[in-house]
């Protein structure tokens, strides 16, 4: 389908079937960037917690080499010792930076668990696809950027080193720890600007991903109409569940007028059927009702199971537009209906 056909903004169903299936928008510069930042905050708070303790290990290892004597057994103990002390200094850094990953992920994209993603397709090891998308435009604009990216972040390390060689020559009469404290400083400056740097490109990397995602998942105006009619129902289907519902209705009505108290009519165009029970109901009820052939209906079959039909021309009309099926009469309307069930009951009477 040509993308110009493509000019509707996806429905949340189309969202929600492309994110079953992976497609989001996504940028891996801002996950770079944040993970960066995090590292970066992380020594600034830890730098003298860590430098003590590498301190410390290089003491150890200063002391050790005195008393050190070369074996399987010796190299083995010192292979361990050296893992176990790198392990504890960078367990914690190793955590952060999986909780930070994980929480930049579910920032971008929310948390999302695709198994469509993990099945196996023949596409995704087709070595002919693999080619197509290593030489594909997508793949050549990738390259271009990180060339671009290396490019500026190499010149701001020249801009840098440039402006403070001067600085750095003058730190060769100064004392080791000045030295060493002049340097991790300027090495902060130096991973601080490029930070920055990489935080720019994060920001428009992710509102290029988040234009090219929503660009993706367009869809045509004839899907959109497809869709309704799916999510809807087909208006053709649905006007013959409403025709069927009707006429059960009108059925279960007409069987409501074989237990009515009295018909009025005007005499052909309106017919209302009422009900009266005084010890169920605090007024007449309206049971049945119609118009034309329905109301012609309603004298039929009042007139085979013998209820009384009374001419009410004004009092049909009015019942018929004021009162709904299974409702009782308004107030106003008591008199008057009560005058023609009290002349029905005295037929009855009477026979």
Known sequence: MPDEDRTEPATPKRRQEA????????SVELNTAF???VSLVFFFFTASSLGEKYREIFTYFIKLAGNFHLNMNSVGTLFNSVNSIMFKLLIPFFIVIATAAFLINVVQVGFMITPKVLEMKFDKINPVNGLKNMFSLKSFGELIKSFLKAAVMVYILWIFVKNNI?????LTKQPENVIFLMLLKDTFLIVLYTLVFIMFVAIVDYLFQRYTFEKSIRMTKQEV??????MEGDPKVKQKIRSMQMEIARRRMMEEVKKADVVITNPTHYAVALKYESS??????VVAKGINLI???IREIAEKHDIPIVERPELAKELYKKVPIDREIPHEL??????????????????
């Open 19 to 26: 994110r079953e299936e992976g497609k989001v928008a996504k």
């Open 35 to 37: 993970l960066l930042l």
């Open 166 to 170: 001067p600085k750095w020559q003058a």
């Open 225 to 230: 109409k497809d869709e309704y009619k799916q």
């Open 280 to 285: 169920k109901m605090n007024a007449p009820k």
């Open 295 to 297: 109301a012609k209906r």
């Open 334 to 351: 008591y008199k008057a209906v009560a005058e023609i069930l009290a002349y029905v009951y005295s037929l009855k009477n009477k026979f």
